[in-house]
């Protein structure tokens, strides 16, 4: 694997996970409790041994870069690097990065390590796991120019994706992005033989999509970037089909493009399961992140049931089901918090602290007594003060308050925000 890098976008803007990227990029946004999404690109890398790895970034990217730079550094007798390549102004280029090719493509002259042969792209906002030795493998078997990892989907996730259709072989023939036409979505439609090649049983997944996931032979990248085209779905991928070889390679494990709230909700709930589709206690393939010092968790007599709990979290005599709770997270007594994310703390308050809160007529950070929370994302460093109600009904509308959202039925609580006491949000 040394003649392999690894290029991980850093993502635009991310309207759709806002606010939890209202402070933060994408990558940085935290997941189950103690990791951040870029943590597995950067896990899958590293457990495939490829340990050349670049991470593009534009927007707010300071946590970003704080995070890999407090996470990750190979030891001096390794070849590997982790390199973050940020926007930047040059003498020949003066504007920001317009889609996810033009991000490589404005980063090419950083490419110049003469041992890279391929060059595999990943997203830094996806949630799998993924051998990608293997991949490569398939992509050097089959002499191919250009490798496209792919999942059999359904129609309802299609329209958001690019889908193809494979000849034999796997070669790709056909490409389309996020289709919206019921002729194309016919055109497209893969028989069931076909989705079975690919590993899948579920006869309602008839559409091949793509993962985002590329790996391109180092003179086939500069050659499709050669261009002005901005996207590797919307431009590259489609123009490259016929002009070079591209192949589809089938993965048929848990894969999710977290892009937004209800992904990332949903997401985070299912890895509390018994029988996550995302499994964190495979020891043959770990996550890394950043290695916090922090003390055991502790549980004062409390009822705690399906939940993930990450090290240094506090909870006093609450009922806790179906939730992910975060480092430092503290609940005080009498809470009952179900069906909720609560990404936790960047510090603990100390008594100094909490006197000049009371002072203030302010919450502490974290949950405080007899609070009743439900199907509610609590963004880091919050303050829900004591008696506070969250529990929104199934047909609640989007909207945005001073210190609170809702979008598709889930209450989101902003980093930081604060919630006064015996507030109610239904």
Not at 161 to 173: A, C, Q, R, S, V
Not at 196 to 221: Q, V
Not at 350 to 376: M, S
């Amino acid at each position: 694997m040394q003649n392999v890098a690894a290029i991980i976008l850093g993502g635009g803007v991310g309207k759709r996970l806002y606010p939890l990227t209202k402070y933060r990029a994408k990558p940085a946004v935290p997941i189950a409790g103690k990791y951040r999404l870029v943590d597995i690109p950067i896990s899958n890398c590293i457990n495939s041994d490829i340990t050349k790895i670049f991470i593009v970034t534009q927007f707010n990217t300071a946590s970003l870069h704080r995070h890999i730079f407090q996470s990750y550094k190979f030891d001096s007798f390794n070849h590997g690097y982790i390199e973050i390549l940020s926007a930047e102004q040059t003498l020949t280029n003066t504007t920001w990065y317009q889609g996810t090719a033009d991000a490589v493509r404005q980063n090419l002259s950083h490419f110049d390590d003469s041992s890279v042969k391929h060059y595999i792209v990943l997203s830094g906002d996806q949630l799998y796991m993924m051998k990608l030795h293997r991949m490569l493998m398939f992509h050097v078997e089959k002499k191919a120019d250009i490798t496209i990892a792919v999942k059999p989907v359904s129609k309802e996730k299609a329209s958001g994706l690019g889908i193809m259709k494979t000849g034999d072989n796997f070669h790709i023939e056909k490409f389309v992005e996020k289709p919206s036409t019921r002729e194309v979505f016919e055109e497209f439609k893969s028989d069931q033989s076909t989705v079975r090649l690919f590993g899948e049983k579920n006869t309602s997944c008839a559409y091949l999509a793509s993962m985002g996931i590329y790996i391109f032979k180092n003179e086939a990248l500069r050659r499709v970037l050669e261009g002005k085209e901005e996207d590797f779905g919307k431009h590259i991928i489609p123009n490259s089909i016929g002009k070079y070889k591209v192949f589809a390679y089938p993965y048929t494990g848990y894969w999710e493009d977290i892009g937004t709230i209800r992904s990332f909700y949903e997401a985070n709930l299912n890895l509390a399961n018994t029988s996550p589709d995302f499994n964190l206690y495979d020891p043959s393939h770990p996550v890394y992140t950043h290695p916090r010092f922090l003390p055991p968790m502790m549980v004062e007599s409390s009822f705690i049931e399906k939940s993930i709990l990450a090290e240094g979290a506090i909870i006093s005599k609450s009922r806790i089901s179906n939730c992910v709770i975060g480092i430092r997270s503290t609940i005080k007594a009498g809470s009952h918090v179900t069906n909720s994310i609560i990404m936790g703390q960047d510090f603990y308050e100390r008594e100094v602290d909490k006197k000049e809160n009371r002072r203030k007529k302010l919450p502490e950070i974290g949950i405080g007594r007899k609070c009743r929370i439900n199907r509610t994302i609590i963004d880091k460093n919050a303050r829900i003060g004591d008696g506070v109600v969250i529990n929104p009904r199934d047909s609640i509308e989007d909207r945005e308050e001073e210190n609170y959202l809702i979008k598709d039925g889930i209450v989101v609580i902003p980093k930081k925000a604060v919630i006064p006491a015996k507030t109610v949000i239904k």
